[in-house]
């Protein structure tokens, strides 16, 4: 967010012919402005008064376009509309009308620092942290339960569903950033607008991802025995189902207030949404999870009930397809938003195979798994936020600002070049030891999982920590990038793709951390030992 008295100058480019020029706006204004025709209504910052500047008073000298103010927004009529600034030639040319900020934006650089970054993303990441803890112990405890003993495909289906904070959660909480940042939810109306609609997206997106992990888990069940459990089906398809919608559904309400009261208390939202997400969303998540199969199992021999969660969900879908389809904000995302939701969870449920293996030779490895995903996928969320966010504000959609113009960078620019991009990611890889250190004593402290907390121990799993992050950070990079120059919004489609990853190289790397742990010590289910 950039703050209204920092804001110096922008500067919009007009097609008019073949002529393009700049007009610079200078002096500390409000960013928001509305367009009626060839006119612009403008508020002062200092003074809160309105004026209504029209192209008229352009061309007869009467207003100074050097004294203006910052418009956020100005919007044309399709109509053909004649413009003249410093002696260019009239020209009415429909093809090239479209609005200012269009055409070319440069904002200047917020001079964020590391202290400034890490001040604020520090805290958010914390709560994270605690809240994988939490989803960790929950997920040390639940599996001894019988469910997760006769149904041991749930495991698959663990990373898939806990991901969906990064298909969808954090997705919305990457949309609703970027509009707050570009001052799309200063308004009650526009709120209300962005909340239902984005809603009503990730309860579709939220129904149909839950079915397909479901079916991919379904999948991977059959396929080593040859034999298919109807039973089992059923109760994977109902929870994996019913656990998306409801979480989906608390989660983005609490993501809506998150990023209105960051608004509201200028704070970047970037900095604060996504990791707020993620410390709710895996607990949450987990949690009815294991709930609801709970329940599911209980009625294991009765399939009429796991058949009527699954048509009322499914019955429900046409609704909330509608409702995202006549919103402005969410029409595209829901044509066009599906492959990388459906990737990430084919992604994450491969994470999860590895997962089911795993967990049957090393107990201790369920209450790290929701931490070391999470954390690396609350972080590089962050990252690919913040410059989602950063080529909203500078350019077009398809074209790199002068600043920020290399697809691809070598990983040491990445990581310690000038840019506020490799600041923010210096800032995010040094958090990574430090939290999981507080994390894994957390862990110890309240005596749950069942693996030593050593020094060998620490120096393996810090070491697959801070490798899964160093390569998630580097992608987000070139990946955020590469989108913006295909024009792929990156708010909805990079972090699928990224914390999907995350969640495969976290368990990957924590399973052979555990394999070497184990082949380095006394062989028992203690690897820390």
Same mark, same amino acid.
Request: hydrophobic fraction near 50%; charge should be negative; aromatic fraction near 10%.
């Given at each position: =967010?950039?703050?209204?008295?920092?804001?110096?100058?922008?500067?919009?480019?007009m097609?008019?012919?073949?002529?393009?020029?700049?007009?610079?706006?200078?002096?500390k =204004?409000?960013?928001?402005?509305? &367009?009626?025709?060839?006119?612009?209504?403008?508020?002062?910052?200092?003074?809160?008064?309105?004026?209504?500047?029209?192209?008229?008073?352009?061309? &007869?000298?009467?207003?100074?376009?050097?004294?203006?103010?910052?418009?956020?927004?100005?919007?044309?009529?399709?109509?053909?509309?004649?413009?003249?600034?410093?002696?260019d030639?009239?020209?009415?040319?429909?093809?090239?009308?479209? &609005?200012?900020?269009?055409?070319?934006?440069?904002?200047?650089?917020?001079?964020?620092?590391?202290?400034?970054?890490?001040?604020?993303?520090?805290?958010?990441?914390?709560?994270?942290?605690?809240?994988?803890?939490?989803?960790?112990?929950?997920?040390?405890?639940?599996?001894?339960w019988?469910?997760?003993?006769?149904?041991?495909?749930?495991? /698959?289906?663990?990373?898939?569903?806990?991901?969906?904070?990064?298909?969808?959660?954090?997705t919305?909480?990457?949309?609703?950033?970027?509009?707050?940042?570009?001052?799309?939810?200063?308004?009650?109306?526009?709120?209300?607008?962005?909340?239902?609609?984005?809603?009503?997206?990730?309860?579709?997106?939220?129904?149909?991802?839950?079915?397909?992990?479901?079916?991919?888990?379904?999948?991977m069940?059959?396929?080593?025995?040859?034999?298919?459990?109807?039973?089992?089906?059923?109760?994977?398809?109902?929870?994996?189902?019913?656990?998306?919608?409801?979480?989906?559904?608390?989660?983005?309400?609490?993501?809506?207030?998150?990023?209105?009261?960051?608004?509201?208390?200028?704070?970047?939202?970037?900095?604060?949404?996504?990791?707020i997400?993620?410390?709710?969303?895996?607990?949450?998540?987990?949690?009815?999870?294991?709930?609801i199969?709970?329940?599911?199992?209980?009625?294991?021999?009765s399939?009429?009930?796991?058949?009527?969660?699954?048509?009322?969900?499914?019955?429900?879908?046409?609704?909330?397809? /509608?409702?995202?389809?006549r919103n402005?904000?969410?029409?595209? @995302?829901?044509?066009?938003?599906?492959?990388?939701?459906?990737?990430?969870?084919?992604?994450?449920?491969?994470?999860?195979?590895?997962?089911?293996?795993?967990?049957?030779?090393?107990?201790?490895?369920a209450?790290?798994?929701?931490?070391?995903?999470? @954390?690396?996928?609350?972080?590089?969320?962050?990252?690919?936020?913040?410059?989602?966010?950063?080529?909203?504000?500078? &350019?077009?959609?398809?074209?790199?600002?002068?600043?920020?113009?290399?697809?691809?960078?070598?990983?040491?620019?990445?990581?310690?070049?000038?840019? /506020?991009?490799?600041?923010?990611?210096?800032?995010?890889?040094? =958090? @990574? /030891?430090?939290?999981?250190?507080?994390?894994?004593?957390?862990?110890?402290? @309240?005596?749950?999982?069942?693996?030593?907390?050593?020094?060998?121990?620490?120096?393996?799993?810090?070491?697959?920590?801070?490798?899964?992050?160093?390569?998630?950070?580097?992608?987000?990079?070139? =990946?955020?990038?590469?989108?913006?120059?295909?024009?792929?919004?990156?708010?909805?489609?990079?972090?699928?793709?990224?914390?999907?990853?995350?969640?495969?190289?976290?368990?990957?790397?924590?399973?052979?951390?555990?394999?070497?742990?184990?082949?380095?010590?006394?062989?028992?289910?203690?690897?820390?030992?």
């Amino acid at each position: =967010m950039i703050p209204t008295n920092k804001m110096r100058q922008l500067v919009f480019t007009m097609s008019s012919g073949h002529h393009s020029k700049g007009i610079a706006f200078r002096r500390k =204004m409000v960013p928001r402005a509305s &367009s009626d025709g060839d006119h612009l209504l403008a508020t002062n910052a200092d003074s809160g008064d309105d004026k209504d500047f029209s192209d008229g008073d352009f061309k &007869s000298g009467k207003s100074d376009v050097m004294d203006a103010l910052i418009p956020h927004t100005f919007h044309k009529e399709s109509k053909p509309v004649s413009w003249t600034f410093d002696g260019d030639q009239n020209a009415t040319d429909t093809d090239s009308h479209r &609005s200012l900020l269009e055409e070319q934006i440069v904002i200047p650089d917020t001079k964020e620092t590391m202290l400034s970054i890490a001040l604020q993303v520090f805290v958010p990441f914390l709560i994270a942290g605690f809240g994988t803890v939490g989803a960790g112990l929950v997920l040390d405890v639940v599996q001894h339960w019988e469910v997760f003993r006769v149904v041991s495909e749930i495991f /698959i289906l663990v990373p898939a569903l806990l991901g969906l904070k990064g298909n969808l959660e954090m997705t919305l909480a990457s949309r609703l950033s970027t509009q707050a940042n570009l001052g799309h939810m200063d308004t009650f109306k526009e709120q209300w607008k962005l909340a239902t609609g984005n809603l009503a997206l990730i309860q579709c997106q939220a129904i149909v991802v839950g079915f397909l992990a479901s079916l991919f888990a379904m999948i991977m069940d059959w396929i080593p025995e040859g034999q298919f459990n109807v039973e089992h089906a059923l109760l994977l398809c109902a929870a994996s189902i019913v656990t998306a919608s409801l979480a989906s559904f608390i989660l983005g309400c609490v993501m809506v207030l998150v990023v209105i009261c960051s608004r509201k208390c200028h704070i970047n939202p970037d900095n604060v949404a996504t990791p707020i997400a993620a410390s709710l969303g895996d607990l949450t998540t987990l949690s009815l999870l294991a709930g609801i199969c709970n329940v599911l199992f209980r009625k294991l021999d009765s399939p009429r009930f796991a058949i009527s969660v699954i048509s009322l969900f499914m019955l429900l879908l046409p609704f909330w397809i /509608i409702v995202a389809r006549r919103n402005k904000y969410t029409r595209e @995302v829901l044509n066009s938003g599906w492959t990388p939701v459906i990737s990430a969870m084919l992604i994450s449920s491969f994470g999860g195979c590895i997962l089911d293996f795993a967990v049957d030779r090393f107990y201790g490895i369920a209450v790290f798994q929701p931490v070391i995903n999470g @954390v690396g996928g609350n972080l590089v969320a962050v990252q690919a936020s913040r410059i989602s966010t950063y080529l909203h504000q500078r &350019s077009k959609l398809g074209v790199l600002p002068p600043d920020d113009a290399d697809l691809c960078k070598d990983p040491i620019s990445a990581f310690f070049g000038k840019s /506020i991009h490799a600041t923010t990611a210096r800032v995010l890889l040094l =958090m @990574v /030891i430090p939290g999981h250190l507080v994390f894994t004593y957390g862990i110890r402290f @309240v005596n749950a999982g069942h693996t030593s907390v050593t020094a060998m121990f620490l120096m393996f799993y810090l070491l697959a920590a801070v490798i899964q992050v160093a390569i998630l950070l580097y992608a987000a990079h070139v =990946m955020v990038h590469w989108m913006w120059v295909k024009h792929i919004d990156p708010d909805n489609s990079a972090i699928p793709y990224l914390t999907a990853l995350g969640d495969l190289l976290g368990t990957a790397l924590l399973a052979l951390a555990f394999m070497i742990l184990y082949e380095v010590g006394d062989k028992d289910f203690d690897v820390g030992e």
